[in-house]
């Protein structure tokens, strides 16, 4: 019983994680129909950008208020990086998708050598408060505490994003222009702001998993995000291209599947699982499980 | 058939009085090319500054085409040459969301609601910042808009995505309406409602209308510009034209009977050109 309920938390930290990264993906695919092969760097930015922070900023530190404000930091080179990637090399390349995935996967690429030219390519140890190093007794499991703040994040991500969309203007306009940009455009919108906001929203979250997973898994490496981007990319298909509750419930599902096998199969079948899983959403319900519209 | 215009094929007594003031469009030599295909081929009429200018002609003429095209929506693989003027200034090359903030108003093929979104939503997208949106306008005309606010648009019946279509067009001032195949896939009684609101609109905003159903056509235009072949192959009084069978016919394909018919629900499309309008 302790195993499946630890199986079951790590599995949703896991979860957490794929969600930070496949929400802004999503949103990102299903608005602009452009394929970020470059997110990952938006999370890798958010961990080292958390990373510096704490060691160099001034108030900013591994505990405390200084541990929130590192993250804050983080986020916000994430984020920032995001709106600049989207101002200087995606938005003249609207609608030119092979010139669009050659310059994000390249990107990515630079990216990585760049973090690993400044710090190296090896892990670097991360800061991060003391209880997240400890565990929580639930119904007999014991589970890190830095996969639930990981799980409390992404769910709070999920609310503020799901609240966003439902209820500001700008939320309007991405609900719609997911469905029809076009016709947005048509009504007299500057339908090119929104991609800018969703590409924002999206480096933050990304960002912000770059730092938890960074507290989660206690080092921070430039490789990082690659390797997430993939699963990521499985979760944004499985859950259908611009929906952000289908990378929700994907991402649960993804988790869930990997955690569980991985640990009653072979240590690696689940990543396989997850694919073959994909496969079998694809032949069977190729828009995902909620289809191109980005719900509230 | 002649491909452009011939001067005499133009009824010189049927422009009334107000369309001879400077029209409100003029669209000059315009050619779109799309993916290789040359869609319209130097294509030039003028659209009065008020009432109906009805844009006629068989399926894949590009009728679709010269709407999207003014309004700025030919799809980044085509090319669009000629001039498009509102008044002195030049429509061409400008991004769609000026355009329409100009007070160019769209009301596309097929309606294009947001499906996923409420009514009131749908209106709500088309609220522009600085000014006062027209709800009283609107909800006087489709008062079934105001009741369904809560509703999914998706789940709208035909007639009733198109009168949101055109509310949602409504809730702005507009200088020129474009408005295309508005009665396509609609009961004869919704044809009727939705011909109506038509009428009532005109009185207050020019719109150039794309049409099939001829009875409608001929309860609203007053001018009429027919394509053919990617050229404009006739323009005048569109009554003048319902009542010549012989230019219906090789025009439109159809005949004089089926223009009388009230309930006509004319089909234009040979199978011959059954291509669509875009790729």
């Known amino acids: 019983m302790g195993t499946v309920i630890l199986l079951t938390l790590t599995g949703l930290g896991l979860a957490a994680l794929y969600f930070l990264v496949a929400s802004g993906l999503s949103l990102v695919f299903g608005l602009a129909d452009v394929l970020n092969f470059a997110h990952g760097l938006f999370l890798g930015v958010g961990a080292y950008g958390t990373w510096w922070a704490a060691g160099n900023l001034p108030g900013a530190g591994s505990d405390g208020f200084g541990f929130v404000l590192a993250v804050a930091f983080g986020v916000a080179a994430g984020t920032l990086v995001a709106i600049l990637v989207e101002l200087v090399l995606i938005r003249p390349l609207y609608s030119r998708t092979i010139e669009q995935v050659l310059v994000t996967v390249g990107l990515s690429l630079a990216g990585v050598a760049l973090l690993q030219a400044t710090w190296g390519a090896d892990a670097r140890p991360f800061p991060r408060p003391d209880w997240t190093r400890q565990v929580t007794g639930i119904l007999g499991a014991q589970v890190p505490n830095g996969g639930l703040l990981l799980i409390l994040a992404a769910a709070l991500v999920l609310g503020a994003i799901l609240a966003f969309l439902r209820w500001t203007r700008y939320g309007l306009v991405i609900r719609a222009g997911v469905e029809n940009r076009e016709m947005v455009t048509a009504l007299g919108i500057d339908v090119r702001k929104a991609f800018t906001l969703v590409f924002a929203i999206g480096g933050a979250a990304a960002a912000l998993a770059g730092a938890l997973g960074g507290v989660y898994f206690g080092t921070v490496s430039p490789g990082q995000g690659g390797s997430l981007l993939i699963f990521a990319f499985i979760v944004v298909v499985i859950g259908g291209m611009g929906s952000v509750v289908g990378s929700a419930y994907a991402a649960v599902v993804v988790g869930l599947v990997q955690q569980f096998v991985n640990y009653y199969g072979t240590s690696g079948l689940g990543d396989i699982c997850v694919v073959g899983l994909l496969a079998v959403v694809l032949l069977l319900r190729p828009q995902g499980i909620a289809g191109k519209v980005a719900t509230a | ?279």
């Open chain 2, 1 to 279: 058939m002649s491909a452009r215009s011939e001067p005499g094929l133009r009824a010189p007594q049927s422009r009334t009085e107000e369309a001879q003031l400077e029209p409100i469009l003029n669209v000059e030599d315009l050619s779109v090319r799309i993916s290789g295909l040359h869609i319209l081929q130097g294509v030039s009429f003028t659209v009065a500054p008020t009432g109906v200018t009805v844009l006629l002609g068989r399926n894949g003429v590009g009728k679709t085409t010269t709407l999207r095209a003014i309004v700025g929506l030919t799809p980044p693989a085509g090319e669009v040459r000629g001039a498009i003027r509102m008044g002195a200034r030049s429509l061409l090359a400008r991004p769609t969301h000026r355009l329409v903030r100009g007070g160019l108003g769209y009301v596309p093929e097929d309606r294009c609601v947001f499906a996923g979104l409420t009514v009131a939503e749908n209106l709500r997208l088309a609220e522009r910042r600085g000014t006062t949106p027209a709800y009283d306008r609107v909800f006087a005309l489709f008062p079934e808009l105001d009741r369904r606010g809560r509703q999914r648009a998706g789940s709208l019946s035909g007639g009733q995505q198109q009168m949101l279509a055109i509310g949602r067009v409504l809730l702005n001032d507009n200088r020129l309406l474009l408005v295309d195949e508005p009665t396509k896939g609609l009961a004869p009684k919704v044809v009727t409602e939705v011909a109506e609101v038509l009428e009532r609109v005109a009185e207050s905003v020019p719109v150039l209308l794309v049409e099939q159903n001829l009875a409608v056509v001929r309860r609203l235009a007053r001018d009429a510009v027919v394509l053919a072949a990617g050229r404009v192959a006739w323009t005048g009084d569109a009554r003048e034209l319902l009542l010549e069978t012989g230019l219906t016919k090789s025009l439109l394909g159809v005949g004089s009977a089926e223009v009388r018919a009230p309930s006509a629900r004319s089909e234009l499309a040979s199978p011959a050109v059954a291509r669509k309008d875009q790729p």
